[in-house]
C-alpha cells in the first residue's frame, strides 16, 4: 500500500540537490530539476547499481550531421549510473539510449514548505 512520506524542507532540497530516502527495499531518490521534484528508485535496472549514487547532469543529443555535432541538453534531470554509466531521465525514469527501459518513477509533491513521497 502506498504511503505518504515527509522527506525534508524545501530549503534542504535546492534546484541541482537530491534526497535519498529509505523507503522500500532499495530507497527513492527525491531530485529537484530547476524547481521541480521528482523521484525514482535507487536500484539502477540494468543490473541493479544504485543509480542515485549516480552523478546528475546532462547528456550529448546529435546537434546536425557529422560525430562532432554534439550538443548539451537536459542539464541537471540525468543521472548516471555508478556501474555502468547507463543514463536516466529523472523526470520520467525513461533510459536515455533506450527510452523503453526505465526505472520506477514516484509522486513527489510540497505542501506548507514540506517535502513529501509517496511509495
Not at 534542504?12 to 525514482?40: C, H, Q, S, T, W
Not at 546528475?56 to 537536459?74: C, F, K, Q, Y
Request: one cysteine or more; proline letters at 5%; aromatic letters at 8%.
Amino acid at each position: 500500500m502506498l504511503q505518504r512520506r515527509f522527506v525534508c524542507t524545501l530549503d534542504e532540497l535546492p534546484p541541482g540537490g537530491m534526497k535519498l530516502v529509505d523507503v522500500g527495499k532499495f530507497g527513492v531518490g527525491v531530485y529537484n530539476v530547476r524547481g521541480a521534484l521528482y523521484a525514482i528508485v535507487n536500484y539502477c535496472s540494468h543490473q541493479g547499481a544504485p543509480l542515485c549514487q549516480g552523478l546528475i547532469g546532462g547528456t550529448n543529443e546529435s546537434a546536425g550531421d557529422g560525430p562532432d555535432r554534439l550538443r548539451r541538453v537536459r542539464d541537471g534531470q540525468i543521472v548516471r549510473c555508478p556501474w555502468h554509466n547507463w543514463e536516466f531521465d529523472v523526470t520520467t525514469g525513461q533510459n536515455v539510449a533506450d527510452p523503453r527501459r526505465r526505472v520506477r518513477t514516484y509522486q513527489v509533491d510540497v505542501s506548507d514548505g514540506q517535502v513529501y513521497l509517496t511509495a
